[in-house]
């Protein structure tokens, strides 16, 4: 039976709020959910833990079912979890983090893990690969979250919702908004930590809206100037940016 590990999902609510004493009631809430997929069975585990001034409750929920289904009772009670803490007299802080593996493609033995985690407005990507030859290696954000392919070109070409021209983060000249760039690796292991207010996890604009889009990482270096794609060479590394 084949066994997939879909990413993780933490969001973390942080709450603080003055009851009818005006002592200050401290709320520390994350909901967790795991998610994994055997054949044509999907579970979630959901796991919410809540600390009021220092007291601790956790529950526990698993929720079997279709993909669909699951994703959708998976989203009804994150936001639930939301509502609860939106109240005129709450002043509240919510931090969204995903974490996803990077897959091997095109037959080499590239892999890693990428984090992203949204808070107060901008969006950090930080991933840690391993098996990549030393040089230097570009990685990407690409349209569709689709790594079914050996060499990843099903993920399509370069995320670019503004239809501009492929080149440096920041460019007058125009850049993706997948153009992360190029990064370092010694020793068979790379790292990049990237921050930007031009991405979110999951929010209505689709201009921003990095979810359903995949990450790619090239065996080559962005040369940052060749149209669409940067002449990076053959697609490594891949993972679908879901849950």
């Known amino acids: 039976m084949k066994r997939l590990v879909l990413p993780l999902l933490l969001l973390a609510l942080l709450t603080n709020c003055q009851n009818n004493s005006d002592k200050k009631k401290e709320i520390n809430k994350t909901v967790e959910v795991k998610v994994e997929q055997n054949d044509s069975l999907t579970t979630a585990t959901i796991t919410t833990k809540q600390t009021v001034n220092g007291e601790v409750s956790e529950e526990i929920q698993v929720i079997k079912g ?6 959708n009772q998976v989203n009804q009670i994150t936001q639930a979890a939301e509502s609860k803490s939106s109240t005129p007299e709450v002043e509240r802080q919510m931090v969204k983090k995903i974490q996803f593996k990077l897959a091997p493609k095109s037959g080499s033995t590239a892999e890693g893990i990428v984090t992203m985690t949204e808070e107060k407005g901008s969006v950090t990507f ?14 990407h954000i690409h349209e569709k979250a689709d790594c079914a392919s050996e060499d990843g070109k099903s993920t399509g070409g370069h995320w670019n919702p503004t239809f501009e021209n492929h080149g440096a983060w920041g460019s007058d000249t125009g850049f993706h908004r997948g153009d992360i760039g190029n990064f370092e690796v010694n020793s068979g292991e790379g790292t990049v930590t990237f921050t930007t207010d031009l991405w979110c996890i999951g929010c209505e604009d689709p201009v921003k809206n990095i979810m359903g889009k995949a990450v790619i990482v090239h065996q080559g270096e962005d040369d940052l100037v060749s ?11 891949c993972a679908g940016i879901i849950y």
Do not use: F
């Open 66 to 71: 279709s993909r669909e289904e699951v994703m």
């Open 126 to 139: 930080e991933a840690t690969l391993t098996g990549l030859s030393d040089g230097t290696h570009a990685i």
């Open 227 to 237: 149209q669409p794609s940067g002449a990076a060479g053959v697609r490594v590394s």
